[in-house]
């Protein structure tokens, strides 16, 4: 006998995520692992406030940020956040198709992310000449935000991978869980990021 | 599956069997038998060291080799040593002493040991390829500056095996968290279940900062990057304090399971009641919160001014307090207990002396004027070798005594354990203890070479003569692993009247631990049985089949392939070639995440009617 | 009688005084006899955190041996079960607050001598030399002096003497045991550490920062002279002719080679601020070659023939053409008669 992971419809469980004790700990496990991250990104912070005003002569973040472009960032990354919450509520109300075209939605936005943040770098190299070598400003720059963009692509992956092998296999109380987890490790992206946007961005615009 | 049965394996079966395993005892025991195969080679080099500073101008090493001498030494001890023994610990012990079947997360705490194994592998190759040779610390701008690839091992190595040891915290944390059994609150966990928890915490939040600093580290030799090269703007210091904010920790995640340990053996050897448990927990947090807090003093002449160093040598002279609480509380376990003192023992009552030296030395660092002299001699190294050996290697020792008979059926021999004891505990004093002098009297630390009538002569060459004892004492203790295995006969179930849940589990351990998850009724869960007579422990359910998760062999690959994808990334700046490895290794290691992402793994049962077959 | 006992009680204590020095290491490098105001900070503190702390370990050294020979289980009692006590309330309360009380006692006069080591009041109005930490050598620059020396640094005695230290490579660390406690060499900004010598004397300062290879061989010294001295050196220091030809033929020759071989490249004679390699003003007056081996010919040919035995991992080492054993012989004849000043360091004491 193998277990039976299959949802039950006659005994739905108000959170198919956490049913399982293979759920639950994963679920923890997330969360403290986020811990950990959290400090990684504290670490590259403090790194690039340390390093943000040695330009070394080359270029210096008021001259090269521009708003917009990581606005229109911010947004995506934002509702994609949203539209995983929605998937996750449809996750609960065990509506496999729509959890996966919210699921779809977030993954789109994050694309998008992603595409403009391969833009925003493209612009930097080659209408400024402001690379990871230019300056410890830069390569503290590049590894801050691209840390974070790094995480985006694992975090895509991911997605991408659980969407498509459950494409068939609909929801049941094995895979809730890693959708449920990769939901939470998705916020804690988008909170990076308001951090990136709020330090990196807006206060390189200022000072 | 019956137990006998694993008995009559061929070699292959059980290489197998170990490459796949997902059992955390079994995860235990490669893990301390890799970390001893490390402790020696780091013992080896730690006689290099001492031979050379026998006595003034010597030239038993180059400068060169020396200093790759040291930076080994530290960092073999350090990551490849200590701490893989302690996680073996970890992993042979906690299940078992908070009532679970198995840890949180089986297939990560595999990876971890193999990331581990491997990190430790690819650091040692470093020996046959040119080795590091900016010491542990590795600062900057020497360590960007050293030339060959020593010091790329030494991050491609920590790296691998700082994932690891990363996994196995969080693997941990869970475990102690979701996985108790019925009635093991944490107030009644055992004292070693409990500095595992604090400890893995402590992985979980220092290790990153030094996975940062690593790739800082990484990018400024092998991507051209600018953090630490001052030309282009960038800044040492910071190095200086990433590390610091990872390894003052560090230096705790080494010495809590070690308190842990004396902890068991204190309360089981005066066969009473830890004294002041509550306290002892209380003490545990302050220590992990406090060492968040004190980074700096590791940095008081680095010149981050006075307001800074007054901060942290507060910070640090606080640390005092609860580590006295925890001596005190050792002192009163032993006051109107029944003392027996067997080697197990007696590596536990050697510590409390030692490491009172050793944490009395701490807080005299911590103020910071007098650090402006301590700062980089021989104090320092006595000082943490009071802290490193004196607590952790007496622990280790400890332990292993303690649990042998857990791990492997046998209980050690107790006359080559106490002359083994004996040589290692006067060689150990006979080595520092004359250090501390050395520092005051004008001898930096990583000094190659001392320079005749400075009035360091004496002092160096008592220190090597005390290295050889350490060295006899190592020796012993290996020929007794091996009479022991030899002659040695088969341990009882309890075999030191033990009063936690892991001496209630039949001789061997059966894989899924417990046929039935105990009822725990208090601290000391099988004390208490005892007490009342019962001699069993109660079961919390009734007999039901048990679920355990599957071996696999994709840690094992996964791990091989960021092995090879680490040299490549040695390699990449001076070979275009290795990019073949570097990019193969990391297909291997990515494949091996997307197979075991896409396939279902469902683990299995093991049935009732056959639980209900094996005897006791 | 009495003049015989009064030779005992003097031969003992000389005794006890010399054994208590051999103790306490070499006179002019340990920590231990501290002879400058740093150093004498440093050793306060520690003496005071010595005694709370072997205070402690006794009280500690005390219940755990009574505990052990009290409590050890005897024949008969294997079966013995002691009392399982809990805690005790008042005791854990005891043991946490007397630590806290000594930690503060400890902590408080570290903090006062911690700002006091840091105070740069006085500064502008004082000596202010620029320390930079080389591959393996030292580098003192006297501001508004200009004065450069190597290896050797000369201050006035009862004096402080604001040193401002960095680096030009990677991380040293300036220590003189005697005279004060050490401070960091970055690459990235500049440490400002006085030092105060009480008594004339030469002492040695060590790198304390593993800086590579020949990080062991780093050694400098600090000669502390009265301050008429120092006005004196001084002055001789800045009359020193760079371009003063030698009186004999050997000298004369090594000036040309000097020239000829490209060490005048790297290294002054006088005050110009080439800092490449250390300074050789006044190199007869040095007090070592290399900064570790005795100030003789036969030394300092052997490092000009072949650097690299002597200190591994030096610049020095295959930047000048080859020299034959003739032509380093004149070279050194020529730098030990750079003899620019009177105060000598022999004139101050051993080393």
Redesign the interface.
Known sequence: MSHDYSLNPEKLHEDPAKVTHEGKNKFIGLWVFLGGETVLFASLFATYLALKNSTAGGPSSQEIFGLELVFIMTMLLLTSSLTSVYAIYHMKNHNFRKMQLWFGITAFLGLGFLACEIYEFAHYITDYGFTFRSSAFGSAFYTLVGFHGGHVIVGMSWLIALMVRNAKRGLNLYNAPKYNTFALYWHFIDVVWVFIFTVVYLMGMVS | MSLASAQKKGFGAILWDYLTTVDHKKIGVMYIAAGAFFFILGGIESLVIRVQLMVPENDFV???L??EMITMHGTTMIFFAAMPILLGFMNVAVPLQIGARDV??PFLNALGFWLFLFGGILLNLSWIFGAP???W?A????ST?SPGHGTDFYVMALQLSGAGT?MG???F??TI??MRAPGMTYMRMPLFSWTTFVTSILI??????F???L??LM??RM?????F??????????WQ??FW?FAHPEVYILILPAFGIFSEIFSVF????L?????MVFATFLIAFLGFMVWAHHMF???L??VA??IF??GT??I??PT??K???W??T????????STAMLWA?AF??SF??GG??G??LG???????Y???YFVVAHFHYVLVGGVVFGIMAGLHYWWPLMFRRVLNETLGKLAFWLFFIGFHLTFFIQH?LG???M????????E????DLGNLVSTIGAFFMAAGAIVFVINIIYTAVKGEKAPQDPWNGRTLEWAVPSPTPFYNFKQLPLVRGLDPLWIEK?EGNGKLTAAEPLNDI?MPNGSIIPFVMTVGFFIASLGFIYQYEYPIAYLALYGGMAIGIGGM?VR??K?D??Y?VRKEELEGEVE | MKSRMGKVKLFLLFGITSLVLAACGKENLTSLDPKGYGAESSFNIMMLSLIIMIGVFLVVIVIYTLALIRFRQKKGQENYIPKQVEGNHKLEVLWTSIPILLVLILAIPTVISVFDLADETDASSSINIDVTGNQYWWNFDYTGEEIQTSQDLYIPVGEKVYLHVKSSDVVHSFWVPTISGKIDANPENTNTMYIEAYEEGVYWGKCAELCGPSHSLMDFKVIAVSPEKYEQWVADMQNADPEEVPAEAVAQEGKELFESKSCIACHAIGSSPNAVGPNLTNYANRTTVAGIKDVTKENLVEWLLDPESIKPGNLMTGNYPELTEDEANSIAEYLLQLDHSEVTPQSIGEW
């Open positions: 180059s400068a060169g020396y200093n949180a997360f040779d900016a010491g610390t600062y900057p701008p020497l500056q990363l915290g969080i693997n944390i869970v968290v979701t979980l939040f220092a290790f990153p900062a996975t940062v600093a790739f800082l990018f400024d991507f051209d990057s600018a953090f090269d001052i030309a282009l703007g960038g800044n040492a210091v910071i304090h990433l904010i005066s066969k009473k009641r004294f002041g448990y509550t306290s002449t680095v010149g001014g006075s160093n007054a040598a507060v002279m606080a005092a307090v006295g609480i001596i005190f509380n002192l009163a032993m006051w109107g207990g029944s003392i027996r003192i009552l409390i002396p009172t030296i009395m030395t807080v005299m103020a910071a004027t007098a650090d402006y002299q700062h980089d001699t002098f005051l009297m004008g930096p630390r990583r000094y190659w070479v001392f320079l009538d400075q009035g360091l007490m679920h997307i992402s896409l279902d469902h683990g049962y």
